[in-house]
């Protein structure tokens, strides 16, 4: 052990088992347990003055210190309490309070250099974003052009078809609702009828309609078409249910395969629902055709044809086309065409039309029974109506117009042509 270590300590013998205690020089009086003994013994205070030249032994060192009587073995148990009192008692003389500096100037450091690092990436992170901001003119400015006419009608409109859709199922009254619609004639009396005050279609999200890419013509036009789709689904309820008559129930009577087929697919199923949103720019914007969006969404036309109201009429947006028709395939007087809704390709009626009647001459161009060619199918606005007699018939009162690839057709361009006189002058 150096000289330094030596002048820092000093000793005196235990009160109980004699034996010396060494403590850091300076240590004012402390009580602590032996570390021999493990009794509490109480350090002297070192303070006093000192003893008379004539009572202390003769020193060859002339240095006024305690003498060492014996170094503490190495590896000597003894309690852990007197050597922590004695450390944290003494400022400036042991290592641990220098140690503790030490660490102390370590984690400034240590905070300093973060502090400064994260300043450097804030003003990097500042600087980044306002260099970003202020891009050259010319690219913001081509960024914020307006779409061609061309970009327009190809995904600008979906923007705004779908703010138009928004507003009309939002809306809470038959007015309100108006003005998102084309003003077609009767628009209103669907509207109120349909829609009466206060309701709205929080039943039917708006966020299922998709965009349908419509020809480059029809874009032409102005029309464009969101859809909502939504198939059959099975009832798992009502899959256990019983099948016909109670004999069949009671297992009397075995049930067939087409009553089973049929009962699966009447009360197993559910509805299918098919909404069409055709849009028409107008001036004021995109408009939206509501008669077609009723029409999908009430399935109107199904409710129309399959319950008779004699003297009723209405108008539909329907597929149309040549049927054949068992009962009238001799009478040649008459032709009888297939009218569906294209929202529902499963809800149509056959209709009997004179061939000499100006709808019979007007859908003759669908005509392909007994000739060469392929089925043909056209889109087209239509009137039915009942008639008063009983049992009251169903008919076409009058073909409205073709509709341009779906929709948007307009009145007067079904007119049938004058027909063309035969070769020769008639003769």
């Not at 001459?361 to 039915?384: C, H, Q, Y």
Request: proline share 8%; charged share 25%.
């Amino acid at each position: 052990m150096s000289g330094s270590s030596q002048l820092s300590q000093a000793s005196f013998p235990c009160q109980h088992c004699q034996k010396s205690i060494y403590i850091p020089a300076g240590l004012p009086p402390t009580t602590a347990p032996c570390p021999h003994c493990g009794k509490e013994v109480t350090s002297p205070d070192q303070n006093l003055p000192a003893v008379p030249a004539a009572t202390r032994p003769v020193q060859e060192n002339p240095v006024d210190q305690p003498v060492r009587l014996e170094a503490p073995a190495k590896g000597r148990d003894r309690p852990a309490q007197i050597e922590d009192l004695v450390e944290t008692q003494l400022p400036g003389a042991g290592g641990n309070q220098r140690r503790r500096k030490g660490n102390m100037a370590a984690v400034i450091a240590a905070v300093l250099i973060l502090l400064v690092a994260g300043g450097v990436t804030f003003w990097l992170a500042q600087k980044w974003k306002k260099d970003k901001q202020t891009l050259p003119s010319s690219d913001s400015s081509t960024a914020t052009a307006p779409l061609s006419e061309e970009q327009w009608r190809t995904t600008g409109w979906k923007d705004e078809a779908f703010k138009v859709l928004s507003g009309f199922m939002t809306a809470k009254s038959p007015i309100d609702r108006m003005k998102y619609v084309i003003p077609n004639e009767g628009v209103m009396d669907e509207l109120e009828m349909f829609y009466p005050e206060g309701s709205d279609d929080s039943d039917t999200p708006k966020e299922s309609f998709g965009y349908v890419m419509g020809s480059e013509l029809d874009h032409k036009r102005g029309i464009f078409l969101m859809q909502y789709r939504q198939p059959a689904q099975i009832d798992m309820r009502e899959y256990f249910a019983p099948i016909g008559s109670l004999d069949r129930v009671l297992g009397q009577e075995p049930s067939t395969l087409m009553e089973m087929a049929y009962r699966i697919d009447e009360d197993n199923l559910s509805k299918p629902i098919g909404i069409n949103a055709f849009f028409k720019k107008t001036d004021q914007g995109l408009k939206l055709d509501a008669s077609v969006f009723i029409q999908g969404k009430f399935r109107t036309f199904r409710a129309f044809v399959d319950y008779p109201r004699p003297g009723k009429t209405q108008v539909f947006r329907v597929v149309a086309s040549e049927a054949l028709s068992h009962e009238l395939r001799d009478d040649k007087r008459y032709r009888t065409y297939r009218l569906e809704d294209f929202a529902y390709p499963k809800d149509y009626v056959n209709v009997p039309v004179l061939v000499e009647s100006e709808t019979g001459r007007i859908l003759s161009e669908l005509n392909w029974r007994g000739m060469n060619r392929d089925r043909k199918l056209r889109t087209a606005t239509v009137e039915l109506g009942w008639s008063n007699e009983s049992p009251s018939k169903l008919q076409i009162v009058k073909i409205v117009c073709w509709e341009f690839l779906g929709v948007g057709g307009e009145a007067g361009n079904t007119a049938p042509e004058a027909p063309v006189p035969p070769a020769g002058g008639g003769h």
